[in-house]
T-cell receptor
């Protein structure tokens, strides 16, 4: 049973470019959340997707957008990259049932913006 | 606004010492509480969780945490740490669909 997988593992972009990160949830999970983890800090909630809709969003600008596909996989898109977007981006999946909301995390995608 | 505060950024202990990591949160409604651990080179893993019921919860590897509602606290404890417990520990609070993490505590256990 594969856990949460993310791709790519790392990438380098320049300011102003756009990036797409991908996530496949753990088998049987229907909910995907995205987090940004800057160096030395805890993960910060970007947004959560369920039934192909964004259902809650953290304090991130509209440059951050996402998508969830019918197979529950998800993408995170960041436009007009800034130096401050350099971070580890984590995807977490869970099952949308009471007392089953434990999130399982992927290994992350490390993004460096130059 | 929701927030999570972890009291210590770095903790250094010798093997067999007892561990307590503090966590306080700010949130006005019903919460679910978690401790996650990140071992060197690995990704975040769930250590333990509290949803309801007995406020003393037990997790993997001998860890436990106590939810004290009146103090908005969820401290992590282990009676005797091992060298293999060297890792970063994150307290997290889930309210609604949003999970807020603390800044983390780096634990280093000396052999």
């Amino acid at each position: 049973d594969a856990g949460v997988t993310q791709s790519p593992t790392h990438l380098i972009k320049t300011r102003g470019q756009q990036v797409t990160l991908r996530c496949s949830p753990k088998s049987g999970h229907d909910t995907v959340s995205w987090y940004q983890q800057a160096l030395g800090q805890g993960p910060q909630f970007i947004f959560q997707y369920y039934e192909e809709e964004e259902r809650q969003r953290g304090n991130f600008p509209d440059r951050f957008s996402g998508h969830q596909f019918p197979n529950y996989s998800s993408e995170l898109n960041v436009n007009a990259l800034l130096l401050g977007d350099s971070a580890l981006y984590l995807c977490a999946s869970s099952l949308d049932q009471p007392y089953q909301e434990t999130q399982y995390f992927g290994p992350g995608t490390r993004l460096l913006v130059l | 606004a929701q927030s999570v505060s972890q009291h210590n950024h770095h903790v250094i202990l010798s093997e067999a010492a007892s561990l307590e990591l503090g966590c306080n949160y700010s949130y006005g409604g019903t919460v679910n509480l978690f401790w996650y651990v990140q071992y060197p080179g690995q990704h975040l893993q769930l250590l333990l969780k509290y949803f309801s019921g007995d406020p003393l919860v037990k997790g993997i590897k001998g860890f436990e945490a106590e939810f004290i509602k009146s103090k908005f606290s969820f401290n992590l404890r282990k009676p005797s740490v091992q060298w293999s417990d060297t890792a970063e520990y994150f307290c997290a609070v889930k309210g609604g669909f949003k999970t807020i993490f603390g800044a983390g505590t780096r634990l280093f256990v000396k052999a």
